[in-house]
């Protein structure tokens, strides 16, 4: 199948690939049928996108963000969840409670590729729409309680677009969560040597060294948690181990939020 993909867009190709070979290994830590249908549809070569500290990275971020989101779930089951920059994820089918409303929110070309794999489903919808503009979230049904979940997008932002993306959560909902992976200024500077990224044309965006710079960008924002993904690598093989001793500021984060 003939796709072009935006500069962003293509590394949503990256957990799509790991989560794919992941699943076919004996041990399996996170299990995604979907992932290993998707790449067979669309007859993408994912090869390059599948390299060892990065494959620990999105299993780690994967099982990190399902087990926050179901502790989240657990207290607000008829929340509205959005995937902001969804790729190709299927967190809805592994989170799924029975009564929350999800949307996959993804830009406009990155949801036409993503209708090609998926349909929508009972209290599960796609639809186009930018980190950057809150167009999209007045056809959104209201809820007491909102979690947004950005898995690997903010990333790529620069720091006026983080504010941006900030400002338009915090105005376009009155409650909310947002679970979002943070990176560090190490990183920021090193797009070129990160093991998938530089089979990209993306570069990352602005880094952080703590969460808590973002409550300067939007007033209205509380500082929850925040989680290495070293945490959950170290248990897994000796490089992550090493990380979690000499790259205890350089790993991605899982940061949470409230408004
Ligand atoms: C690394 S992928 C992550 C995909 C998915 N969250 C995952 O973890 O599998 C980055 C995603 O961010 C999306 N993206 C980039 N800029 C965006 C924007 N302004 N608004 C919404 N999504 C955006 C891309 O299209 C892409 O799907």
Known sequence: MEITFGDIQETALIPLAIKASETSRPNARI???????????LEVDVSKFDPFMSHEGVVARTIMF???LKKLLKEYPDALCINLGCGFDDKFSQ?????????D??????????????????????MDGSALDGEW???????????????????????DQV????????????????????????????????????NTNATFGWGTKSGKEYLELEPRLKFVSE????????????PGKL??????????????FNW
């Open 163 to 198: 504010k941006t993306c900030l400002n338009m959560l915090c105005d376009s909902f009155d409650h909310g969560y947002l679970l979002a992976e943070l990176h560090s200024p190490f990183l920021e500077k090193n797009s070129k040597h990160h093991d998938a990224v530089k």
């Open 105 to 126: 929110v993804d830009l406009p070309d990155q949801i036409a590729v993503r209708r090609k794999v998926y349909e929508d489903r009972e209290r599960c919808t796609m």
């Open 66 to 68: 399902q087990e926050e």
């Open 31 to 41: 299990k995604d049928e979907k992932a290993k249908q998707i790449i067979e549809a």
């Open 137 to 159: 979230t007045t056809q959104l049904p209201k809820s007491d309680m909102n979690i947004i979940v950005m898995e690997g997008v903010l990333e790529y932002f620069s720091k």
């Open 95 to 103: 989170v799924d409670n029975g009564r929350l409303t999800w949307f």
């Open 243 to 256: 990380m979690a001793i000499f790259g205890k500021n350089i790993n991605n984060r899982l940061a949470v």
């Open 227 to 238: 989680t290495s993904y070293n945490e959950e690598m170290k248990k897994y093989s000796i």
